[in-house]
């Protein structure tokens, strides 16, 4: 199966700040089926990214995602205090789907 | 907008099968794929697996030989049963749907515990 790492563990940044989190992939990512995730306390996790780089409906464009193969980016431009969660990538390209450990992003 | 609820007891005993079931309202559960998905304390999220509302399934093999994902498009439910559990199936399940394999919409989750 395919494992998924994802760097930084967590983040502490201040709100307009700009933010990078990896996802880097053990084997190649068919067709580049990478997805990112927020998760916040007690709410669903909301999807943000699909297809590596295709944002999902309502993710507004100060979100993106970028990459291919084994490395994936998932950029926050101006981090709002709203932003402040939990984000997984996940890929599911091939069976069995997994995800990364999770990044935690704190707004100070 | 689609809402996905999941239920079922929060504490099952050792030996015994895990039953949960997740609810849709606000949409069909035709024409989808419906994946339950958990996150034992302090691990990973792990895919379990899918079925499509037609009834196809698709098992992570590390859980395949206890699980068993269901449909029952009159009641727009599926269902997730996990036989023989152990405290480290203790985790937090969610359900989600998707026109593809990718979860797409997904519910808040259920805790359950596995204790005597």
């Known amino acids: 199966e395919i494992v998924l790492t994802q760097s930084p563990g967590t983040l502490s940044l201040s709100p307009g700040d700009r933010v990078t989190l990896s996802c880097r992939a053990s084997q190649s990512v068919r067709s580049n089926y990478l997805a990112w995730y927020q998760r916040k306390p007690g709410q669903a996790p909301r999807i943000l990214i699909y297809g590596a780089s295709s944002r999902a409906a309502g993710i507004p464009d100060r979100l993106s995602g970028s990459g291919s193969g084994t490395d994936f980016t998932l950029t926050i431009s101006r981090l709002e205090p709203e932003d402040s969660a939990v984000y997984y990538c996940q890929q599911y390209g091939s069976s069995p789907l997994t995800f990364g450990g999770g990044t935690k992003v704190e707004i100070k | 907008q689609v809402q996905l609820q999941e239920s079922g007891p929060g504490l099952v005993k050792p030996s015994e099968t895990l039953s949960l079931t997740c609810t849709v309202s606000g949409g069909s559960i035709s024409n989808y794929y419906w994946t339950w998905i958990r996150q034992p304390p302090g691990k990973k999220l792990e895919w379990i697996g899918n079925i499509y509302y037609s009834g196809s399934t698709n098992y992570n093999p590390s859980l395949k030989s206890r699980v068993t994902i269901s449909v029952d498009t009159s009641k727009n439910q599926s269902s997730l049963k996990l036989d023989s559990v152990t405290a480290a199936d203790t985790a937090v399940y969610y359900c989600?749907?998707?026109?593809?394999?990718?979860?797409?919409?997904w519910g808040q989750g259920t805790l359950v515990t596995v204790s005597s």
């Open positions: 989600a749907r998707g026109a593809g394999w990718l979860p797409e919409s």
